[in-house]
């Protein structure tokens, strides 16, 4: 009996281990995914009027310190063609992904944010102050884990999604980006502010980046400098980086005063 017994409890640890196995395996990638960013994305199609600015003022006295007080930034951009009816983008960062999910939580519970966001809640549903928003939700790319601040003198940003025809084109893409084109990007002078895999959003699958730079002229002559670097033509010719992207789509921004990106 004793043996029998011995036999069972040494099966059911046995088993215990293998099946806590993979989590203990599983625990490495995690803890390399608390270092990378989570971004939202939000595009905002406004009614027009004083929508943009009653919007912004609830972005910069509500949603703006709270995402500070947790470890992130809100960006505010609006397009550099002056489209109408007026578009507004915000980028939202936060530390990780576990941290966004408990932001979001915490933004329902919390009073401070409540308080300050008391006079965006109130307004009357007949007078809304856009259509519809869109968000992507994105995750750092590893090769630049954490948001790069742009200069003060930014000017310009250049939002790039690339679109691949399935998962594993762009798997190989952000490959691409992580081991060969970031470093290209910072020798010629495509300044990165963030780079990331879209894991929910209208395009997919793709990946999200943006740049900035002081003015068009410096964006045209920097591109420029890329698109003839021989390091881009040997990279673009692998046959392990052929065809990744299918579409690219690409809009200029404006920094909105108040942006802190």
Excluded at 57 to 72: D, I, Q, R
Excluded at 107 to 113: A, C, H, W
Excluded at 142 to 148: G, V
Excluded at 158 to 178: C, H, Q, V
Aim: charged share 25%; proline share 6%.
């Amino acid at each position: 009996m004793k043996r029998r017994s011995f036999l069972k409890s040494s099966a059911v640890a046995a088993g215990a281990a293998a099946a806590f196995a993979p989590l203990a395996s599983a625990a490495r990638p995690q803890a390399a995914a608390q270092n990378k960013e989570v971004y939202e994305w939000r595009v905002y199609q406004l009614t027009g009027g004083g929508a943009k600015t009653t919007l912004k003022k609830y972005l910069t006295e509500a949603l703006m310190p709270f995402v500070n007080s947790k470890g992130g930034k809100v960006g505010i951009f609006s397009e550099y063609s002056l489209q109408d009816p007026p578009k507004l983008y915000v980028l939202c960062t936060y530390p990780n992904m576990q941290d966004y999910f408990a932001i979001q939580q915490e933004m329902v519970t919390s009073e401070t944010f409540q308080k300050n966001a008391e006079s965006y809640h109130q307004l009357p549903a007949e007078k809304p102050l856009f259509e519809r928003y869109q968000t992507y939700l994105l995750e750092a790319f590893d090769a630049i884990p954490q948001l790069r601040q742009p200069a003060a003198g930014r000017g310009l940003f250049e939002l790039r999604t690339y679109e691949s025809y399935n998962e594993d084109a762009g798997r190989r893409k952000i490959l691409m980006f992580n081991k060969e084109e970031l470093p290209l990007f910072d020798r010629v002078g495509l300044h990165s502010v963030f780079f990331g895999k879209i894991l929910a959003g209208p395009q997919m699958p793709a990946l999200m980046y943006m740049l900035w730079f002081s003015d068009m002229a410096e964006r045209e002559t920097n591109w420029g400098k890329f698109r003839v670097s021989d390091d881009w033509k040997t990279m673009s010719g692998k046959p392990e980086y052929a065809n990744t992207v299918s579409k690219v789509n690409k809009i200029f921004l404006l920094p909105e005063e108040g942006s802190q990106i």
